[in-house]
């Protein structure tokens, strides 16, 4: 495969480019991000003022527009006919990727219904920077920030629980403190990488048994990212059904759930549930 170097000299054409910016270092922006940035006729920031941290810092002078979750809309018809005046404009977030649990999909989607080209701009993100350093399963799911509602959370914990994989979340410390229980209880026997500041002069990455996590003492300061690891191979057992426990199993099957009876079978027994309710559901299928 032959890799194209050159591209940051291509001129750069007119339509939406989602461009990532740092996650903290400023040092950490592509070289194409800043020649984009420059050439632009309209950034769009979420907070001026932090973005403007950034931009001055690399002497670029483009003309800034505020646009977050709460005005995005508002900007909406503005920002088309912008666009469709062959202008190049920049979408930015505080951090990271724009769109990606940030404003930008609302735009993006009125970008194509108006045949506007959009172009992304590759760079920093917390998703994958946090995941490069887990050693945990290279297949992830990404959630992103946790709900408001501890009722909403606890639905999605349980749908969460049994994916095949690592799981990447965005929350606040506070949040965190509040669902430490929680998390213990839907995702047991896994580990967890807490990462705070990535990047940052005071980055931590915090990793344990989530058995063993516990709320941080002091909430500290900034978004934290999580990673959650997949779930723990089970071990092989070779613990097996006893000829008595099946003879049970075949009187118990016309009258009760195969639930009922994996649950009163494991009882008494150190035999797996899976293999107790496998056995019961042969017996089911052979009539």
Partial sequence: MI?????????????????????????DIT??????????????????RTSKNLLDRYEIKSKLISNHKFNEKKNLSKIIEILKSDCIVSLISDAGT????DPGAILINQCLINKIDIFPIPGASAVSSAV??????????????????????????EKL???????????SPRKFNRSVKD???????????????????????????IDKLEPFKLDPKGELTIVISEKAK?????????????????????KLSIKDITNLISQNSN????????????LKNEK
């Fill in 183 to 209: 998390i213990k209880h839907y995702f047991s026997d896994r580990k967890i990488l807490i990462c705070r500041e990535m990047t940052k002069f005071y980055e931590e990455f915090i990793r344990t048994d």
């Fill in 271 to 282: 035999v797996p549930k899976k293999e107790i309710y496998n056995y019961c559901l042969k």
């Fill in 3 to 27: 890799l194209h170097t050159d591209n940051i000299n291509n001129k750069v054409k007119s339509g939406l480019y989602i461009v990532s910016t740092p996650i903290g270092n400023l040092s």
């Fill in 98 to 101: 724009p769109s990606v649990s």
């Fill in 132 to 157: 490069s350093i887990s050693g945990f399963n290279e297949k992830y799911f990404f959630y992103g920030f946790f709900p408001e509602k501890d009722k909403k959370l606890k639905e999605d914990f």
């Fill in 161 to 171: 629980k049994n994916v095949d994989g690592c799981i990447v979340f965005f929350i």
């Fill in 234 to 254: 089970e071990k092989n057992s070779s613990i097996i059904l006893k000829e008595s426990d099946k003879k049970n199993i075949k009187k118990m099957i016309k």
């Fill in 31 to 48: 070289l194409r991000a800043l020649e984009v940035l420059k050439k632009s006729d309209y950034i769009l920031c979420e907070d001026t």
